[in-house]
């Protein structure tokens, strides 16, 4: 028997698993945030979804929906995100900083919490930054400055934080 006489495979022997392909399509779109076409980043985004649906996927979304000032829609995509891994830290935190933005800090505190215990969470120190920017807001100075302090000690060299900090220490002398 030589090759010409096995049987052919309909699927290609290499096909990428559905996750790799979804992460694919996350990364192309990332890309295309990055490099400010956001149209582009969103149709990638959803093809990522619908190749198969991740909690990154969503909220990567969602992100890029906020640079287009989609809050709205940016805050669905990050509640579907922690439908599907609400363990994923980084949806918390975005819903927070959107209702941030859409002046509605007071409601964003929940979220930052929520961030904060999350168990897949590499920027902890995020949701602190966010918690000071709402506490300084609502005049709750020692709030803000622990929130501000907890985010230094997480991550030093933050210079939202480190600004924030300086500036608030700075109004209480």
Request: charged share 25%.
């Amino acid at each position: 028997m030589n090759n010409k006489d096995l049987p052919t495979s309909p699927v290609p022997l290499h096909r990428p698993t559905r996750r790799a392909e979804a992460w694919h399509f996350l990364q192309r779109a990332y890309e295309q945030q990055l490099a400010g076409r956001l149209d582009d980043a969103v149709i990638c985004y959803k093809k990522s979804l619908e190749v198969h649906p991740t909690a990154e996927g969503h909220t990567f979304l969602g992100w890029t929906y906020s640079f287009m000032g989609r809050y709205a829609e940016a805050i669905r995509e990050c509640e579907q995100a922690i439908q599907l891994d609400p363990e994923f830290g980084n949806p918390y935190n975005d819903i927070g900083a959107y209702l941030i933005e859409l002046g509605r800090g007071e409601e964003a505190i929940p979220w930052f919490e929520q961030a904060l215990v999350a168990k897949r969470y590499d920027t902890r120190h995020y949701p602190y930054v966010n918690l000071g920017r709402v506490y300084e807001q609502l005049g709750c100075w020692p709030e803000a400055l622990r929130a501000y302090t907890q985010a230094l000690t997480l991550h030093p060299k933050d210079p939202f934080a480190v600004r924030a900090l300086a500036r608030l220490q700075g109004a209480l002398n």
